[in-house]
Nanobody, 132 residues
Framework: QAQLVESGGGSVQVGGSLRLSCAVSLSRWSYNNNCVAWFRQAQGKEREAVAAIYTGRDKIGDGTYYIDSVKGRFTISLDNAKNTVYLQMNTLKPDDTATYYC???????????????????WGPGTEVTVSS
């Protein structure tokens, strides 16, 4: 069982920044092989994975994954002490406008997958609007 709660969404102008937070309540957080991902869904579009982070100690590289369109602009990070995953979003563009969802899955392989069906737990979402 897990609970995820997102925060930090809002409205910004093009080029601005936002930091999203995802507070995760997941059993044995620090010891299981967990993936926490940020997805987004724009109006009329499919939900897509934006970034993910693997929390296990056997991670590959730094354990982070990004889609090409956000590489260099978004950074996903983990605070184990707070059971919180952050998504720092810089140089925001109108195409980044969407509802952002935090998702998690535990006990899997030492890497994160990007499919919606790969994640068992979801937060309610937080809105991000980027205006020009």
């Amino acid at each position: 069982q897990a609970q995820l709660v997102e925060s930090g969404g809002g409205s910004v102008q093009v080029g601005g920044s936002l930091r999203l937070s995802c507070a995760v309540s997941l059993s044995r957080w620090s010891y299981n092989n967990n993936c926490v991902a940020w997805f987004r869904q724009a109006q009329g579009k499919e939900r897509e994975a934006v970034a993910a982070i693997y929390t296990g100690r056997d991670k590959i590289g730094d354990g982070t994954y990004y889609i090409d369109s956000v590489k260099g602009r978004f950074t996903i990070s983990l605070d184990n002490a707070k059971n919180t995953v952050y998504l720092q979003m810089n140089t925001l563009k109108p195409d980044d406008t969407a509802t952002y969802y935090c998702a998690a899955v535990g006990g899997g392989p030492p890497y994160c997958r990007g499919g919606r069906n790969d994640y068992a737990y979801w937060g309610p979402g937080t809105e991000v609007t980027v205006s020009s």
